[in-house]
């Protein structure tokens, strides 16, 4: 399994913002992909997470109302939508893959599949 995160700039505070994570290979054998970021000096967090098969998805408290995890099964990639952002939302986004069960969906290391990040800035 490989992912492909793409999309992420410079926005200025307030501004939106869409990256995107193409999955390729065995697509469909990691059930769970989800959305982490790493900001400058501080440790990887979850930020979202969607199943391939629909249901719930999941979000951290920090950008729940904000940000909006989506998927097109058909073009393999989930899509992460961010929306009012501010300047503490600056950070490396990253995808991962993963048979995440509900319990452990916010853990690094329930993926063992990542991508290799794409950079967001917001300005102030």
């Known amino acids: 399994v490989q992912l492909q995160a793409s999309g992420g700039g410079l926005v200025q505070a307030g501004g939106s913002l869409r990256v995107s994570c193409v999955v390729s290979?065995?697509?469909?054998?990691?059930?769970?992909i989800a959305w982490f970021r790493r900001a400058p000096g501080k440790e990887r967090t979850f930020i979202a997470a969607?199943?391939?098969?629909?249901?719930?998805?999941y979000y951290a408290d920090s950008v729940k109302g904000r940000f909006t995890i989506s998927r097109d099964n058909a073009k393999n990639t989930v899509y992460l939508q961010m929306n009012s952002l501010k300047p503490e939302d600056t950070a490396v986004y990253y995808c991962?893959?993963?048979?995440?069960?509900?319990?452990?969906?916010?853990?690094?290391?329930?993926?063992?599949?990542w991508g290799q990040g794409t950079l967001v800035t917001v300005s102030s």
């Open positions: 290979g065995r697509t469909f054998s990691r059930r769970t």
């Open positions: 991962a893959a993963g048979n995440a069960i509900t319990s452990t969906t916010i853990q690094p290391g329930a993926y063992d599949y």
């Open positions: 969607i199943r391939w098969s629909g249901g719930p998805e």
